[in-house]
């Protein structure tokens, strides 16, 4: 601190009782003209004295303002300089003597420690961190100064040193500002957060009655869209954030069990009936995530900026979601039990016509057309030609979909541990059923489990956690939906009197019910599915401010499956030219991760200064085989391929993925008021040629919490949080799948090989030149609290870019291939508002009442493709539209004649 020169005397006259430092030194610059100069972190310029001076010399007022802190001064020219003395030997041994070395326990309200907590001197930042057992030691303390004790999740708390303080009880923070928010590669809170990030926690996501934990997010996050394929068990689910960014390719997010990337597509094959999850291969049906039980889960957090995304580089182009599984705690061992079991109905039917509608129409629709005479045979107008009886009234909507559907979900488990090691173990059972005729169910068994251990001095640090998950699905391989709404309401009983399928003879036996959907019920699917992931993590302190931490990620997918047509499917006068067969399908999918990281944090000034280096090694390789086994002797041996007198492979499917990067962050904490965060990543991926394997990404984030501030902090009324934060970087993508830059062959299926040499033809057109996508984000963010954090809004705007897309380009057909995988110029551009309000009504006790609404206003469009009139995509593109413009054919009515 500076105080300049004015006049020129040496004489000062003044009087005033409890005066401060300042003031006093603000006199002498007056009327001396003397520049002051002392740092105000080593002197206390707010201590009052007493001051009568009338006409004194400077050096006697000096010596009244310094007697009593321990000060000297210096005078060179006309410059003042004021520093604390330096203490005799006999001064600081009896210093030593009068300061305390203060020590106590952080503990929360149920006793249990806090291992990690702060505890810092208020005035100097000087501090410490607790042990395992929550016990902090702070020596050199003066006794009675004022100490913060701060932990993640709780209130900060003031309290006066003291040599042996006992228990440092910090109660839990019911602001949703203050719960834990799992980011890439590390923790933090809604309050500092300088990204877009949302959290779901366990205690949401355990009410909701589904089989997949993405549809427990439905409606819960702003900017999230999440789509079923089907109803059904096991469903495909798209999921999309933030918008499409990649028109063809890599729209889905970046999936994190624990540190472990996961799979977004399921393996190729599967149930047809299941849908897929909007990924490039049309055959993939059904959803990974199903085979993951939502009772494990403790949170997930939704990463969609660039400040949140850019440092997992080109796989969180599309943003991502982080599952982070249930752990042990500290403490007494605890049991939990639940149960669920429900039913579920189609709950609305379409309005149909009865029979006497329907007969009405069908005659009339042959006389439009000039037919006097219903079609004879069973071939022919059975509803009319009487094969089929008239009087009958059927409601197939009751009859295909009007059954009920069973949910059963059981979960237990056990946890607990001591200051050292935590455990947890817990086990799942779930069964669904359809509203279809017939026995069809989805029944999955999962166990889980978490052991952590931590030596003594904290140094040494792991975890292991493992989930695996058994599915057994026999969902139909055929939808009744359609049928139960196109069969005529006149159409002939489903069974016959044996139980069998009806195929309604006529006189002279040959079938008219040919298309009798109950034959599929006969037909069998049945797909086992084996999900094992696994996942542990090695820490150890290098130094105090310095830690090693490596994570070893491991997952398998392994999956089995027969399609079963018998000979009952088929109408009796076309058993003759059928054959039973069987399906018989095997796919395994397994990856790991290893990303080594080195994680530096240190207090700077009046911040928080960490340091992030890492790098990921990752490998996923895949394998899917179809086989057809055929004309078997019975139904019994339809399980064993050695039985089959025919056998051909109907597909196959063989794949390989390695991915390295380096990434990086640094973020700065400065009072928690002011937040800076720079990540960056370098990616290299198998799917580009040698000359663009590698790209560089990268983001900055800063965030300022003005309602920190000394001038807004007393004035701001109901106002108790305010954030401004913003955002840009890039990120990218390679989801194009693998070998695309190759020149590809695949085999010719043959039933006779010409001349015993398997055929091979070309299947891909090579292009070398292939890149990495692009995606550029803007953007910015604003978050309130009301009445002590007990009303929250945030608002986030985004803008982003997506160029140098990959997609597939048409061409001629005189090339001999209907196209290429390529890099196109044109610019896909997502934009919109996220706006959330939530708010704590009630929090007595056990009993807890909160609400939660939220709104996007997104937007999609082509902002730009060069030449696009002279491109292939002319008909299918517009720029200044959205990518789902297209021609159609404009519906006038119906003509009257």
């Not at 390679?734 to 070998?739: A, R």
């Not at 830059?741 to 043959?750: C, T, V």
């Not at 939530?838 to 009993?847: E, M, P, R, V």
Request: one cysteine or more; glycine letters at 10%; aromatic letters at 10%.
């Amino acid at each position: 601190m500076q105080v300049s020169a004015a006049t020129f005397a040496q004489k000062l006259t003044y009087a005033k009782n409890g005066a401060s430092l300042e003031e006093v030194f603000k006199e002498i610059r007056k009327q001396t003209g003397y520049n002051v100069f002392y740092s105000n972190k080593k002197i206390d310029d707010t201590r009052k004295i007493d001051v009568h001076f009338k006409d004194a010399e400077l050096k006697d007022v000096l010596e009244v303002c310094v007697e009593k802190q321990s000060l000297e001064y210096t005078i060179d020219d006309k410059n003042i300089f004021i520093k604390p003395k330096d203490p005799t030997f006999l001064e600081r041994l009896a210093n030593r003597w009068a300061s305390i070395d203060a020590n106590g326990r952080v503990v929360d309200s149920e006793n249990r420690p806090l291992p990690g907590a702060s505890v810092k001197v208020k005035k100097t930042g000087k501090g410490v961190s607790t042990d395992k057992d929550g016990r902090f030691f702070l020596r050199g303390v003066e006794e009675g100064t004022v100490l913060v004790v701060s932990f993640i999740g709780y209130l900060p708390m003031e309290v006066n040193a003291s040599a042996n303080m006992g228990n440092v009880v910090l109660e839990q923070s019911l602001s949703k500002l203050d719960e834990v928010q799992v980011i890439a590669y590390g923790t933090t809170t809604q309050r500092l957060s300088t990204g877009n990030v949302t959290t779901i926690k366990a205690d949401v996501i355990e009410k909701q009655p589904v089989n997949n934990p993405l549809l427990a997010l439905q409606g819960r996050v702003p900017g999230l869209f999440i789509e079923q394929a089907t109803g059904f068990a096991g469903t495909g689910v798209t999921v999309r954030i933030q918008g499409k960014n990649s028109y063809m390719y890599g729209r889905d997010p970046l999936y994190v069990i624990d540190g472990v990337p996961y799979s977004s597509q399921s393996m190729p094959a599967g149930n047809p009936i299941l849908g897929n999850s909007g990924g490039i291969d049309s055959y993939s049906y059904g959803n990974p995530l199903s085979l993951i039980n939502p009772a494990d889960i403790e949170s997930i957090d939704v990463l969609k900026d660039a400040a949140a995304t850019a440092i997992y580089g080109s796989r969180a182009a599309n943003g991502a979601i982080l599952i982070t599984t249930k752990k042990g705690k500290a403490g007494d061992t605890r049991v939990n039990f639940n149960l669920q079991s429900g039913w579920a109905k189609v709950p609305h039917k379409l309005e149909l016509m009865n029979n006497v509608q329907y007969l009405e129409m069908r005659r009339e629709a042959l006389k439009n057309d000039g037919i006097l005479t219903p079609a004879p045979g069973n071939y022919g107008d059975n509803d009319l030609n009487g094969n089929w009886d008239g009087s009958r009234n059927m409601d197939w909507q009751r009859e295909l979909i009007g059954g009920t559907a069973g949910y059963q979900d059981m979960n237990a488990s056990v946890s607990g541990g001591g200051n050292l090691t935590t455990f947890f173990l817990g086990a799942g059972y779930h069964r669904e059923t359809t509203v279809f005729p017939g026995t069809f169910a989805d029944k999955k068994g999962s166990l889980h489990f978490n052991i952590g251990n931590t030596t003594p001095n904290q140094r040494f640090n792991i975890q292991f956690s493992g989930s695996y998950l058994y599915d057994h699905n026999q969902m139909p391989s055929y939808d009744f939906t359609l049928d139960a709404l196109r069969l005529p309401p006149v159409a002939p009983d489903l069974y016959n009197r044996s139980g069998g399928a009806n195929w309604a003879p006529d006189a002279l036996g040959n079938s008219t019910f040919m298309v009798n959907p109950i034959g599929y019920v006969i037909n069998k699917f049945l797909d086992k599915t084996t999900n094992l992931t696994t996942n542990m993590v090695i820490s150890y302190k290098l130094l105090k401010d310095l830690e090693f931490k490596s994570n070893f990620g491991y997952n398998s997918l392994v999956s089995s499956s027969t399609n079963k047509s018998f000979l009952g499917s088929s109408a009796p006068e076309f058993i003759q030219y059928s054959s039973r067969s069987t399906i018989f399908g095997n796919a395994n999918s397994s990856s790991w991760t290893i990303e080594p990281q080195l994680a530096f944090n240190r207090k700077v000034s009046q911040g928080i200064l960490e340091v992030l280096l890492g790098a990921t090694l990752t490998q996923n390789q895949g394998r899917a085989t179809q086989i057809l086994g055929g004309s078997f002797s019975n139904d019994l041996v339809m399980d064993d391929l050695l039985s089959a007198p025919r056998v051909k492979a109907v597909s196959t499917f063989s794949s390989k993925y390695r991915y390295n990067a380096l990434f990086g962050r640094i973020n700065y904490n400065w009072q928690d008021k002011y937040i800076l965060d720079l990540t960056a990543r370098r990616d290299g991926s198998s799917r580009f040629g040698p000359a663009n394997q590698f790209h560089n990404f990268g983001a900055v984030g800063a965030a300022w919490i003005f309602s920190k501030e000394d001038l807004l902090q007393n004035h701001l009324g109901i106002l108790s949080f305010g954030k401004l934060r913003g955002s840009y970087g890039t990120t990218g993508s390679d989801q194009i799948g693998d070998y695309r830059f190759l020149s590809l062959y695949g085999p010719m299926p043959q039933d006779i090989a010409y001349q015993g040499i398997p055929v091979y033809s070309p299947n891909g057109l090579t292009n070398p030149n292939l890149q990495w996508e692009a995606t550029r984000k803007l953007q910015i963010g604003l978050d309130l609290g009301f009445f002590k954090d007990r009303v929250l809004f945030k608002a986030n705007y985004y803008r982003n870019h997506s160029s140098n897309q990959l997609a597939g380009y048409d061409l001629p057909s005189i090339t001999g291939f209907g196209s290429i995988t390529k890099n196109q110029a044109y610019k896909i551009r997502n934009s919109g508002w996220e706006l959330i309000l939530s708010s704590t009504n009630i929090s007595l006790g056990s009993l807890n009442w909160s609400s939660s609404i939220n709104l996007t206003v997104p937007k999609t469009l082509l902002v730009d493709y060069p030449d696009i009139l002279k491109s292939s995509a002319a008909s299918t593109l517009f720029i200044g539209k959205s990518l789902f413009a297209g021609y159609f054919y404009h519906y006038l009515s119906v003509d009257p004649a």
